[in-house]
């Protein structure tokens, strides 16, 4: 089975998953971003890395926020960035997926970065490009289905490296709704492939996959527990449509369980790290004296995500 | 017509034959077995030295797409892929557009298959009205139109007072109702089968208790009504030893695999390979081995290829949005012959592969095909055991294209199909 986002040199050829990355890569992508981060601070806040270089955000399923930072990000690499909200324009008139792709693919698209509600859609992309021989066009994927978002799996480690230094002896835990998280995929694949030692994953057991500890994680369903002593805490949003049906009764009693308060943060190391992808609950997995308080890395989260963003796409790019 | 196939190689488990024998056919029946009847004289002579004779194959699960779907497939398409790969009966489920709920489409589609004079089809009838789960069908009116048994297809029952109903009434006139064990709620929207692949890969699951607790159901029904029922396409190890204590019960129950179960795992996913998406799913390597067991040890009687011909613009879309099914007729006799080569020793393999696919299948379905005893209908497969051949879709003749065995090498293939005595198909 040939894994559609290597070259056959082994190099990057689409960011599709974290999952089998070879830890240097991910390394590599992390150390180029660190270049980045300056870069918002400049009067300039532009380099030259991607000029004249067409990036196509689509968005088969709604998100401003990342797709915000993805066109913010190629904008400081100086591509040109169009914008398609599929999920209003050619979905609804029948056009196949890949007879989209075809179509602008044949505007000399350079890139795509791809959000799609099915998981494994960037991977149907990605093998149409392959399989019409077009190896200069680039696939990101933004968001797949429950299945992964590499980009801000990236950048939860970026932030991790910037507060904790060293991978080698952390204890980190991932709250909430894994089942239906490709974040929670996302940052599992990434802390174990920079060997984070122990990697919990915490939630009620309506939220949590079948055979998840096969993915090298400690599975804990009281969250007391699970926090003890803990580096970071990546906090799920948990999402508003998870309360009908059975998986959860209400999001009074999903907080009182789950929820992250300063007692419970009380728990973990004291120099513990919070984390979330946003947009956040307020009151339904977090305390708002937890978001706003002095161990949240919430907000350098979303700055550290563009120069993650730009480092990936400058790197395929480049490739 | 009289037509003599010399110097094969007879393999013909009904009958306890294996041993090369000529074969002699008169007006479309097994005249004669090793030698001549009196006064024969052969119109035409096909010589099948190296090769086997066997019955022709008998496929419980094959979705022709008519009526509704022609544009995955037709009547013609399909049936000329059944010769190829060497089907000489077939079932058909009923779930086409509009389903087999009612006489006259099951007999306009009889009609049609027998007018092309290619294989024998044989329709299953809708159980209930629409395969709807809320009203019986006429099933007395449908087995005089030509329907071998009711099935709900893919649909599920999700009143169990109904399914209570239409078993005892099927069970009133000795009809065989086919069931595929799914729980109507239990795996809903599920796409893959659950376990860690699934996890990691974020596809919805369909876990292997919505198969055990529908045989539960089922068991029990039958318990209380005494109906006769057939399980298709078993999926998972627990499924299968639940039948096997059914069967010690002695319970008037049969059952089928698809053959793509027998080889493949959810593992063949791969990187959402749509061609690897099935109803019911690929389960685990354990699932698959209890299943070659069970099919070696007769807790599963039979073999089918669960033919689904899906055309591209439903297979290439993502995992979760291409239709399941795989394209299998052509591939049937083959994979029979892989389990058999991987489960089966040695002296008993060809047969026991044949078996499954001929005589056991016929047995399960009430149909008279799957043995060449003299005076038997001359429906025969005739096959190299030896030969390789590379899976591609430009080796297939149906209109479906998609398998997740593209790319594979297999052994075992086709060189003549005989219906009724009639040579129709060569290779």
Same mark, same amino acid.
């Given at each position: 089975m040939h894994n559609p986002q290597l070259n056959k040199h082994g &190099? *990057?050829?689409?960011?599709?998953?974290? &999952?089998? *990355?070879p830890r240097a890569v991910v390394t590599r992508i992390l150390d180029t971003a660190s270049s980045f981060v300056g870069v918002g601070d400049?009067?300039?806040?532009?380099?030259?890395?991607?000029? =004249?270089k067409s990036v196509f955000n689509l968005f088969f399923e709604n998100s401003t926020r990342t797709r915000t930072t993805f066109e913010i990000a190629s904008k400081r690499l100086s591509a040109d960035v169009i914008n398609l909200n599929i999920s209003a324009s050619s979905a609804s008139k029948g056009e196949s997926l890949l007879d989209t792709i075809d179509n602008l693919a044949a505007m000399h698209a350079d890139m795509f970065v791809v959000r799609h509600a099915q998981s494994g859609a960037p991977y149907l992309i990605a093998k149409h490009l392959i399989d019409t021989h077009q190896p200069h066009v680039h696939v990101v994927n933004a968001g797949d289905g429950r299945h992964a978002h590499p980009t801000q799996g990236l950048l939860d480690m970026y932030t991790i490296r910037h507060y904790k230094?060293?991978?080698?002896n952390l204890t980190v835990a991932v709250v909430g709704d894994? *089942?239906?998280?490709r974040v929670a995929r996302s940052d599992i694949h990434g802390l174990t492939t920079l060997g984070v030692p122990e990697v919990r994953a915490i939630g009620p057991r309506t939220l949590l996959p079948t =055979?998840? &500890?096969?993915?090298g994680v400690r599975v804990f369903t009281d969250m007391n527990e699970g926090l003890k002593g803990v580096d970071v805490i990546i906090m799920l949003r948990l999402q508003n449509?998870?309360?009908? =049906?059975?998986?959860?009764?209400s999001a009074q009693e999903y907080f009182k369980s789950y929820g992250l308060t300063p007692e419970r943060l009380?728990?973990?190391?004291?120099d513990a790290i919070v984390m979330h992808p946003g947009p956040m609950n307020r009151g339904v997995e977090i305390d708002s004296a937890v978001a706003d308080g002095?161990?949240?890395?919430i907000l350098p989260q979303v700055t550290f995500g563009i120069a993650v963003r730009m480092a990936v796409m400058s790197m395929l790019a480049g490739s | 017509m009289k037509l003599q196939i010399t110097n094969g190689r007879l393999i013909d488990p009904a009958n306890h034959i294996d041993a090369i024998h000529d074969v002699f056919i008169v007006s479309g029946k097994v +005249? +004669?077995?090793g030698s001549a009847p009196v006064g024969f004289i052969a119109d035409q002579t096909i010589d099948a030295t190296g090769l086997i004779v066997a019955p022709g194959l008998v496929d419980l /699960?094959?979705?022709? !797409?008519?009526p509704g779907y022609e544009y995955k497939a037709t009547l013609e398409s399909e049936l000329h892929a059944a010769l190829a790969g060497g089907v000489t009966s077939l079932v058909c489920p009923p779930d086409t557009d509009p389903v087999l709920d009612e006489p006259g489409l099951v007999e306009m589609l009889v009609h049609r298959a027998r007018s092309l004079n290619q294989s024998h089809v044989y329709p299953l009838g809708a159980l209930t009205m629409g395969l709807k789960g809320r009203e019986l069908t006429e099933m007395a009116e449908l087995t005089e139109a030509g329907c071998v048994g009711f099935a709900q297809a893919e649909s599920t029952i999700e009143d169990t007072t109904v399914l209570l109903r239409a078993l005892q009434y099927a069970q009133t006139f000795g009809y065989t109702v086919w069931l595929r #064990?799914?729980? #109507?709620?239990?795996?809903? $929207? $599920?796409?893959?089968? /659950?376990?860690p692949l699934a996890s990691r890969l974020g596809l919805a699951g369909v876990p292997v208790m919505s198969e055990t607790i529908a045989l539960q159901t089922i068991f029990e029904l039958v318990r209380a009504t005494g109906a006769r029922v057939h399980l298709c396409r078993l999926s998972s190890a627990d499924g299968v030893a639940l039948v096997r204590a059914a069967k010690a019960e002695g319970l008037p129950i049969s059952s089928d695999v698809g053959a793509h179960h027998l080889h493949l795992t959810d593992?063949?996913?791969?990187?959402?390979? /749509?061609? +690897? !998406?099935m109803t019911p799913p690929l389960r685990s390597q354990r699932d698959r081995d209890a299943i070659r067991q069970g099919v070696a040890d007769g807790t599963i009687d039979a073999i089918c290829s669960d033919h689904t011909p899906v055309d591209d613009d439903e297979k290439l879309l993502p995992f979760g949005e291409a239709s399941p099914g795989a394209t299998g007729l052509e591939l049937l006799l083959a994979l029979a012959l892989k389990w058999a080569d991987e489960s089966v020793p040695e002296k008993q393999r060809l047969s026991a592969a044949i078996a499954r696919i001929t005589t056991d299948a016929a047995r399960v379905a009430g149909l008279p095909a799957g043995q060449l005893g003299? $005076?038997? +209908?001359a429906d025969l497969c005739i096959f190299d055991a030896d030969t390789r051949w590379l899976v591609q879709a430009s080796a297939l003749a149906s209109q479906g294209k998609h398998? #997740?065995?593209?790319g594979y090498e297999l052994q075992g293939q086709v060189r003549h199909t005989i219906v009724a005595g009639r040579p129709v198909f060569s290779r």
């Amino acid at each position: 089975m040939h894994n559609p986002q290597l070259n056959k040199h082994g &190099e *990057l050829q689409h960011l599709l998953t974290i &999952e089998g *990355l070879p830890r240097a890569v991910v390394t590599r992508i992390l150390d180029t971003a660190s270049s980045f981060v300056g870069v918002g601070d400049r009067d300039v806040k532009k380099v030259p890395l991607m000029r =004249g270089k067409s990036v196509f955000n689509l968005f088969f399923e709604n998100s401003t926020r990342t797709r915000t930072t993805f066109e913010i990000a190629s904008k400081r690499l100086s591509a040109d960035v169009i914008n398609l909200n599929i999920s209003a324009s050619s979905a609804s008139k029948g056009e196949s997926l890949l007879d989209t792709i075809d179509n602008l693919a044949a505007m000399h698209a350079d890139m795509f970065v791809v959000r799609h509600a099915q998981s494994g859609a960037p991977y149907l992309i990605a093998k149409h490009l392959i399989d019409t021989h077009q190896p200069h066009v680039h696939v990101v994927n933004a968001g797949d289905g429950r299945h992964a978002h590499p980009t801000q799996g990236l950048l939860d480690m970026y932030t991790i490296r910037h507060y904790k230094k060293d991978f080698s002896n952390l204890t980190v835990a991932v709250v909430g709704d894994i *089942l239906h998280s490709r974040v929670a995929r996302s940052d599992i694949h990434g802390l174990t492939t920079l060997g984070v030692p122990e990697v919990r994953a915490i939630g009620p057991r309506t939220l949590l996959p079948t =055979g998840l &500890e096969q993915m090298g994680v400690r599975v804990f369903t009281d969250m007391n527990e699970g926090l003890k002593g803990v580096d970071v805490i990546i906090m799920l949003r948990l999402q508003n449509e998870r309360m009908s =049906g059975a998986l959860l009764p209400s999001a009074q009693e999903y907080f009182k369980s789950y929820g992250l308060t300063p007692e419970r943060l009380a728990l973990a190391k004291p120099d513990a790290i919070v984390m979330h992808p946003g947009p956040m609950n307020r009151g339904v997995e977090i305390d708002s004296a937890v978001a706003d308080g002095a161990q949240a890395v919430i907000l350098p989260q979303v700055t550290f995500g563009i120069a993650v963003r730009m480092a990936v796409m400058s790197m395929l790019a480049g490739s | 017509m009289k037509l003599q196939i010399t110097n094969g190689r007879l393999i013909d488990p009904a009958n306890h034959i294996d041993a090369i024998h000529d074969v002699f056919i008169v007006s479309g029946k097994v +005249a +004669a077995i090793g030698s001549a009847p009196v006064g024969f004289i052969a119109d035409q002579t096909i010589d099948a030295t190296g090769l086997i004779v066997a019955p022709g194959l008998v496929d419980l /699960s094959v979705r022709l !797409r008519e009526p509704g779907y022609e544009y995955k497939a037709t009547l013609e398409s399909e049936l000329h892929a059944a010769l190829a790969g060497g089907v000489t009966s077939l079932v058909c489920p009923p779930d086409t557009d509009p389903v087999l709920d009612e006489p006259g489409l099951v007999e306009m589609l009889v009609h049609r298959a027998r007018s092309l004079n290619q294989s024998h089809v044989y329709p299953l009838g809708a159980l209930t009205m629409g395969l709807k789960g809320r009203e019986l069908t006429e099933m007395a009116e449908l087995t005089e139109a030509g329907c071998v048994g009711f099935a709900q297809a893919e649909s599920t029952i999700e009143d169990t007072t109904v399914l209570l109903r239409a078993l005892q009434y099927a069970q009133t006139f000795g009809y065989t109702v086919w069931l595929r #064990p799914q729980d #109507p709620h239990l795996g809903k $929207g $599920g796409i893959a089968h /659950s376990g860690p692949l699934a996890s990691r890969l974020g596809l919805a699951g369909v876990p292997v208790m919505s198969e055990t607790i529908a045989l539960q159901t089922i068991f029990e029904l039958v318990r209380a009504t005494g109906a006769r029922v057939h399980l298709c396409r078993l999926s998972s190890a627990d499924g299968v030893a639940l039948v096997r204590a059914a069967k010690a019960e002695g319970l008037p129950i049969s059952s089928d695999v698809g053959a793509h179960h027998l080889h493949l795992t959810d593992v063949d996913i791969g990187f959402f390979d /749509s061609n +690897a !998406r099935m109803t019911p799913p690929l389960r685990s390597q354990r699932d698959r081995d209890a299943i070659r067991q069970g099919v070696a040890d007769g807790t599963i009687d039979a073999i089918c290829s669960d033919h689904t011909p899906v055309d591209d613009d439903e297979k290439l879309l993502p995992f979760g949005e291409a239709s399941p099914g795989a394209t299998g007729l052509e591939l049937l006799l083959a994979l029979a012959l892989k389990w058999a080569d991987e489960s089966v020793p040695e002296k008993q393999r060809l047969s026991a592969a044949i078996a499954r696919i001929t005589t056991d299948a016929a047995r399960v379905a009430g149909l008279p095909a799957g043995q060449l005893g003299v $005076g038997s +209908a001359a429906d025969l497969c005739i096959f190299d055991a030896d030969t390789r051949w590379l899976v591609q879709a430009s080796a297939l003749a149906s209109q479906g294209k998609h398998t #997740p065995f593209l790319g594979y090498e297999l052994q075992g293939q086709v060189r003549h199909t005989i219906v009724a005595g009639r040579p129709v198909f060569s290779r």
